[in-house]
Every structure is written in structure tokens, then in C-alpha cells.
């Protein structure tokens, strides 16, 4: 079935400090993964993504990192500002289904100045 | 820089009443979807369109619902008879080209059934 998942709801960091949001994904077969960042009562906005054939694929101040042997992947975010105060998403692309989005649950990442 | 646009913000609307929710997309891109997302929940996929035609739809999109694309710019979102259920953050997003990971989303547009 469909199912991608996160770890925690709630992530609560201090300014400056690293975080790092989790994802799980259920498909083996699942090969292209994108991470989305939702502010309050906006639509959400492309962070990275990373294919199957990588491991790490670094952006400015993110990381994402992917295990396909244990189905996980992460976002982690250096010197994470208050302007990081979002919902984050992982979500699985299946670009041979129309390009369809399948969305995990998402985690509220709050940043204590 | 472009962006998806999306019409009206917010909406309420008797429940059994038509909706039609407007989409303009980024010009050059190709392909274009429409996602739900009920308060403090996931988003959503609803369907997929792409050369004037739907080319994946999920399960919440049953014959209440219909996407069209009248024109050079606009895509919309039709929900014949509104329900309850059907209250949620709709959002329009396109793409240039399939599988390549940047799909842009619009703000959305809430819909609010009473």
C-alpha cells in the first residue's frame, strides 16, 4: 500500500541549533523522494530531493539522507533560524503514476529564538 | 519570479452547492495537479492532468469531481455537489516536465462547506 510516514509530530529546537526530521517509507521499490516545507496557510515549497542512486544530497544549510535498506530517510537542518518554523513533509514521487505526490504526515518544526 | 496562482483564497458554500475552484498555472509548464488537505492533516492527492486529459486520479476523486483546463491558462477544479467532507485546503500545482522532482504549489484555496 501507500505509506509514507514521520517519526514525530512536533520537533522543538533552539536557535542555531541542528535538526533533523525523519521520514519512513514502506515500498522498497519507491526511488525518488522529495522533502517539502509548509508555512502557516501557504501552499508547500520544494526544499530537495534525492533518488534512489544517492545516499546524501547536501542544499544550502539542508541535507537529506536516504537508507534504502532500512526504508528511512531524513531532512536535517544546520543552524536552524526561526524563519525554518514550518511543517515539513517527505513525500514519495511517482513519477510513472502521473508524477503523484504521496505526502507523509508531517512534523511542525518549532524554533525557540 | 513565477507562481501558481489560485482563486478564490477562501470560499464558503452550502452543502450541496457547485464550486469551482480556478488555477492559473506557471506558463511553460506541462503538467498540472490539484491536491486536498483537511485541516491539521497530509496533503493529498487528488488527480494529474496533463494534454488535456486526466492521467491519474485517486480514490477521493469520484464523480463529484472534475478538472478542466478551458483555456490556454486556466485549470480548474469543479465539485458538483459539495459535501460536508469536502471542506479542506485545495491546492493547485503544476510542473514542466514529469518526474522532475519541483512541482510549485499555489497558496490554495479553502473551502469550507456548512
Known amino acids: 500500500g501507500e505509506s509514507v510516514g514521520l517519526h514525530l509530530p512536533t520537533l522543538s529546537v533552539q536557535e542555531g541549533d541542528n535538526s533533523i526530521i525523519n521520514c519512513a517509507y514502506s515500498n522498497s521499490a519507491s526511488d525518488y523522494f522529495i522533502w517539502y516545507k509548509q508555512e502557516s496557510g501557504k501552499g508547500p515549497q520544494f526544499i530537495i530531493d534525492?533518488?534512489?542512486?544517492?545516499d546524501k544530497r547536501q542544499g544550502q544549510r539542508v541535507t537529506v539522507l536516504l537508507n534504502k535498506t532500512v526504508k528511512h530517510l531524513s531532512l536535517q537542518i544546520a543552524a536552524t533560524q526561526p524563519g525554518d518554523s514550518a511543517v515539513y513533509f517527505c513525500?514519495?514521487?511517482?513519477?510513472?503514476?502521473?508524477?503523484?505526490?504521496?505526502f507523509g504526515q508531517g512534523t511542525e518544526l518549532s524554533v525557540k529564538p | 519570479e513565477p507562481e501558481v496562482t489560485q482563486t478564490p483564497s477562501h470560499q464558503v458554500t452550502q452543502m450541496g452547492q457547485e464550486v469551482i475552484l480556478r488555477c492559473v498555472p506557471i506558463?511553460?509548464?506541462?503538467?498540472f495537479y490539484w491536491y486536498r488537505q483537511i485541516l491539521g492533516q497530509k496533503v493529498e492527492f487528488l488527480v494529474s492532468?496533463?494534454?488535456?486529459?486526466?492521467?491519474?486520479k485517486s480514490e477521493i476523486f469520484d464523480d463529484q469531481f472534475s478538472v478542466e483546463r478551458p483555456d490556454g491558462s486556466n485549470f480548474t477544479l469543479k465539485i458538483r455537489s459539495t459535501k460536508l467532507e469536502d471542506s479542506a485546503m485545495y491546492f493547485c500545482a503544476s510542473i514542466r516536465a514529469e518526474g522532475t522532482g519541483e512541482l510549485f504549489f499555489g497558496e490554495g484555496s479553502r473551502l469550507t462547506v456548512l
Open positions: 513525500a514519495e514521487n511517482r513519477y510513472n503514476q502521473g508524477g503523484k505526490l504521496i
Open positions: 492532468f496533463y494534454n488535456n486529459e486526466i492521467s491519474e
Open positions: 506558463s511553460n509548464h506541462l503538467y
Open positions: 534525492i533518488r534512489s542512486n544517492m
